[in-house]
């Protein structure tokens, strides 16, 4: 069974850093493997919607949401099924649960778009 468990998050000031770690696991040796996974990292706060932050696919290729261009950066390790999001530059309104979410199908960024979801890991952020 695949499960994903997200870890690193905290309370920060703002203008810090975190760095978000999501482990893989129970992913199959061949065909549905974590590096055929499509993976993103999604953030809800009280109250409202769940929301794309930044995704990588299969190839290693990413993209995020424009507020958080030049502060996040995603990156996977295949070698070891683990997913990060390194943030820096923190603002309050980045504080959230951050989940971590993968699938195969590759379709979009929206939280439909996958089956297997974290936890999640809650980011605070202070001014």
């Known amino acids: 069974q695949v499960q994903l468990v997200e870890s690193g998050g905290g309370s920060v000031e703002a203008g810090g850093s975190l760095r978000l770690s999501c482990a893989g696991s129970?992913?199959?040796?061949?065909?549905?493997?974590?590096?055929?996974?499509?993976m993103g990292w999604f953030r809800q706060a009280p109250g409202k919607e769940r929301e794309w932050v930044v995704g990588i696919d299969r190839d290693g290729d990413t993209e995020m949401r424009a507020s958080v261009e030049g502060r996040f950066t995603i990156s996977r390790d295949n070698t070891k099924n683990t997913l990060y999001l390194q943030m820096n530059s923190l603002k309050p309104e980045d504080s959230a649960m951050y989940y971590c979410?993968?699938?195969?199908?590759?379709?979009?960024?929206?939280?439909?778009?996958?089956?297997?979801w974290g936890q999640g890991t809650q980011v605070t952020v202070s001014s």
């Open positions: 129970g992913f199959a040796p061949s065909g549905f493997t974590f590096s055929a996974t499509c």
């Open positions: 979410a993968a699938d195969w199908a590759c379709i979009g960024w929206n939280p439909d778009d996958f089956g297997y």
